[in-house]
C-alpha cells in the first residue's frame, strides 16, 4: 500500500530530528524513516571511549538543550544517545525505526520513496543518512595480502580487544587521533599511529564552540564577498580532547608518515623499514551514504550532488542535510545542523504552499 505525506524524511539521527523538528513547528505532515531499530542515529555505534569536543551546551539540537553528564566536561555517545532519544520523545517525531529506503524516484508531481516497509509519494524529500554506513577503505597496496585482522572506526569498540596485539591506526583525524591515544594509554597494547601527513592539533584551548565560531565566520565571510578565512581547516585537524593531550604529552602519540604497502604481518616503508602488526584500525573517513538517491541520477563530481543551500539543483524537491559543509557550515554537527534544517523546511514549506 502507498502511503502520502507533504514531506518524508529519510534518516532520524541528528539532522533527521533537527529537520523534523522544524517541520513539527510549520504544522507539516511528514515522516521520519529510519534505518535503525532504536533511536541515537550513529552515535549509538561509536567506540567506548569517544566524547564530544564541546561542552553539552554547545552541543544542542534546535529547540533544547542538552543537559550536562555528570562528572564530564565533554559528555560520552551514550549520553548523545539519551538526549537524542529524549528528543524524539519530546517533540512526538513520527519516526518509524527499521526502516531502510532502498530508492527515491520521480513519480509526476511527486516523489516516490521506497522502502522496505512499504512505499511513500510525498512533495518533498529530506535525505539525512550521514555518512556512517558508508566507511572508506583506501586501495593501499597489499592491503589483501595483510594476514592480520583490518577494520574500520565504525568497527572499533575498545582497547580490550587488542590486549597484546601489535596495532596499527592509520588516519590522521580526529578518529584516528582518540583511537591511538585510547590503546597507547591503555597499557597492554603496542600502537604504530600512521599518518598522510604530520598531524595538526589544534590548540589545547580550542573546542568544538570555537570551531563552529570559526565555520561561521567563515560561511559570512562568503556570503558577504570577502575572503575566504579557511574555515575550521585553517586552525588544525585534531582537537585535543582530554585522552588525546594527554598521550600526546607523554611522547605517546607520535605519528609515522604513511607507509608504502602491507605486508603479510605488517606495514613496510619507502625506506625499506617494516613494522610488524596483528591488526590495523582504518580511521580513513566516510563517503555520504546516497544509494537510495540513484534513481534520481544527480552525482557530480566526488560522488556530492551539486546544491544551492541544501536544495539539490537537479530535483528542487529533494534537501540534502547533514552530510558536511557542502549541505550547509557545519551540518554534520550538532549544533550546525539546526540552521541549515531550517532554512531547508523553509523552503519545503514554501514549495508545498504552491
Known sequence: ????????????????????????????????????????GSWQHMWDSLHLFSPAEHSSLPGRLMPAQTGETYPDAGHVVGYLADYEKRYDLPV??????????????????????????????????????????????????????QLHTVNYRSPAHFAGQRVLVVGGGNSGAQIAAGLALDGHVEVTWVTQRPPRFLADDIDGRALFDAATARRRALEEGRDDTGGVASLGDIVAVPPVRAARDAGLLTAKPMFSRLTADGARWADGSHTGADAIVWCTGFRPALAHLAPLNLRGARGHIPTDGTRALGEPRLHLLGYGDWTGPAS???????????????????????
Open 332 to 354: 554534520a554537527t550538532l549544533i550546525g545542523v539546526g540552521r541549515p534544517a531550517r532554512d531547508a523546511v523553509r523552503e519545503i514549506a514554501q514549495l508545498t504552499a504552491r
Open 1 to 40: 500500500m502507498t502511503q502520502h505525506a507533504d514531506v518524508v524524511v529519510i534518516g532520524g539521527g541528528q539532522a533527521g530530528l533537527a529537520a523534523g523538528y522544524h517541520l513539527r513547528r510549520r504544522a507539516l505532515d511528514f515522516v521520519i524513516l529510519d534505518a535503525d531499530s532504536a533511536p541515537g
Open 96 to 149: 518509524q525505526h527499521g526502516t531502510r529506503v532502498d530508492a527515491v524516484r520521480r513519480d509526476g508531481d511527486r516523489l516516490l520513496v521506497e522502502a522496505d516497509t512499504g512505499t511513500w509519494r510525498a512533495r518533498a524529500v529530506i535525505s539525512a543518512t550521514g555518512t556512517w554506513s558508508r566507511p572508506f577503505l583506501p586501495a593501499v597496496p597489499g592491503r589483501s595480502v595483510f594476514t592480520g585482522r
